[in-house]
Each structure stands twice: as structure tokens, then as C-alpha cells.
């Protein structure tokens, strides 16, 4: 399970580095990922929700018995 968010993971780094905040504002993935930044695009902030949720997921109980969504 601990391996079940990866791919998203590597999307969400992909997506990032293309963007204008890594680019040009020379910031960290962890800067750009955290915030609302409108720098990013809506794929990007759409693969920052599902990772986050994906995350989540692996912390809560009941997901943990059914086991996590992989991507």
C-alpha cells in the first residue's frame, strides 16, 4: 500500500516541473504543491488533490483494511 500513490507522485512531479512556478519563479516542487498558486495549471492542481486524497487515504482506517486506490 505504501506504494499505491507512486504513480501519481511521478504525474504531479512531471506536471510541476512544467510549470511557470518551478520555471520561472525558481520555487521548490514543495512551495508549488502546497499552495494555490496561479502559476500552476488545473491538471496540475487536479493531480495535487487526487495525490493529497491518495495520502489520505492511506492513514484512514477503513481504507486501510480495504486497501488503498492505486492509480
Not at 500500500?1 to 506536471?15: P, Q
Not at 519563479?25 to 486524497?53: H, M, Q, W
Amino acid at each position: 500500500m505504501s506504494k499505491s500513490c507512486k504513480g501519481l507522485a511521478v504525474e504531479l512531479v512531471k506536471c510541476l516541473s512544467e510549470s511557470d512556478c518551478v520555471k520561472v519563479e525558481k520555487r521548490s516542487y514543495r512551495e508549488c504543491a502546497g499552495e494555490k498558486c496561479p502559476s500552476i495549471s488545473s491538471e496540475c492542481v487536479g493531480l495535487r488533490e487526487t495525490y493529497f486524497n491518495c495520502k489520505r487515504g492511506q492513514v484512514d482506517m477503513r481504507a486501510r483494511i480495504r486497501g488503498n486506490k492505486g492509480y
